[in-house]
């Protein structure tokens, strides 16, 4: 008999879930199945859908649609744009958080001018947390906007060396910044890309090994959480000519960690600090009663038939890891087991 691991309901605080505009490479439905055979069961998804969640009727009708479909919980990231910054305010109500794009990536949301990130920091609530998707010398603009105004940034997914050291500084002097990694920036490298092409291309890139190895020097102390940027794409998508950046990651983050664990990279009590206690203490996210998921400790073979995911790959197919996720109860109803999705469309809440 392998032995069973028992951990709290896992959170994910950067999640693709494409809805709307982008159902055809994940929905609410396949992207929460996705999140609980992952042993997640809680997520928050990003705005940059199309439309982007930048308007307060977009975020209704997605709620709406959320609240029908999910089989864990959900909440939404409102998008900061330029063109609708006036609204913002009227956004809140609907959201966990607020998400501005500094940097290129997927999608059209951007934000490139000093007013709307001065209009993001006077008029977004300060109970409501801000993340900013911020490379390089970005970073530094994010930091100098927590120290002007007086609260929490959180950096999505941080890569590099130079931009965990810069932030490892700021925490050094007090100001009020957090981050994340993501679990393809931990496990894989720049060498990854000649393997695997386009599948290994995200934003940010894979790291070189120097970056890799300053993330991990950096796990214990300076970052904070653990999120998936679960960002799928179908596999014709990213096999034509134009490929979009991303990759799927919801299901294949506990098993990596736990992987590390068994190699004593990682104490399990950190990974939880990662993927539950920290991320509910900076958005503030709810508790989930009688919420637990039971890993088995058995060499497992990660494969892209396994996935449900809509997109069907993983970048990780063929890497064996030390465990499976076995069981996942939700609010003291079993949600997954066993490869099969047991939760009823509708059963995750909606977290506003
Ligand atoms: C994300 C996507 O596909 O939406 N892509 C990615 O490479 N990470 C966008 C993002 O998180 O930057
Ligand atoms: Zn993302």
Redesign the pocket.
């Given at each position: 008999m392998s032995e069973i691991i028992a951990l709290p309901g896992l959170i994910d605080v950067?999640t693709?879930l494409r809805v709307p505009g982008g159902e055809h490479k994940e929905d609410f439905r396949t992207g929460t199945a996705a999140a609980l055979a992952g042993g997640i069961t809680q997520i928050l998804a990003?705005p940059?859908t199309s439309p982007p969640l930048t308007l307060p009727e977009v975020m209704v009708e997605t709620l709406a649609t959320a609240r029908h479909d999910v089989l864990c919980d959900v909440g939404l990231f409102a998008g900061a744009s330029p063109a609708h910054i006036d609204r913002l305010p009227t956004l809140a109500p609907y959201a966990v958080a607020l998400k501005i794009?500094l940097n290129d990536?997927?999608?059209k949301l951007r934000v490139e001018d000093v007013p709307t990130l001065r209009a993001c920091f006077q008029t977004w609530p300060r109970e409501k947390l801000i993340a900013m998707?911020a490379e390089k010398q970005s970073v530094a603009v994010g930091i100098g906007l927590a120290a002007t105004y007086e609260r929490s940034v959180h950096f999505?997914?941080i890569s590099r060396r130079e931009e965990i050291e810069l932030i490892a500084d700021a925490k050094m002097r007090g100001l009020p910044v957090t981050c994340e990694v993501t679990p393809h920036h931990l496990f894989m490298d720049v060498t990854d890309r000649e393997r695997l092409g386009m599948l290994a291309?995200?934003?940010?890139v894979l790291g070189t090994p120097d970056d890799v190895a300053a993330l991990w020097a950096h796990l214990h102390d300076t970052v904070d959480c653990l999120a998936t940027?679960h960002?799928p794409?179908t596999l014709a998508e990213k096999q034509s000519d134009n490929p979009?950046?991303?990759?799927a990651g919801l299901e294949t983050s506990l098993v990596l960690l736990l992987t590390a664990v068994t190699e004593n990279r990682l104490t399990l009590s950190r990974l939880i600090d990662l993927m539950h206690t920290n991320p509910r203490r900076l958005y503030n996210l709810p508790e989930q009663p009688d919420t637990r998921v039971e890993v088995e400790m058995t060499p497992t073979t990660i494969r892209n038939e396994m996935t449900q995911s809509k997109c069907g790959w993983t970048p990780f197919h063929g890497r064996t890891v030390a465990g499976r996720v076995k069981r996942v109860i939700l609010r003291g109803q079993v949600a997954y087991e066993d490869g099969m999705v047991l939760a009823q469309p509708g059963t995750g809440m909606v977290i506003v």
């Open positions: 950067h693709h990003m940059n794009y990536t997927f999608g998707h999505c997914h291309d995200m934003r940010p940027d960002a794409h979009p950046p991303g990759v």
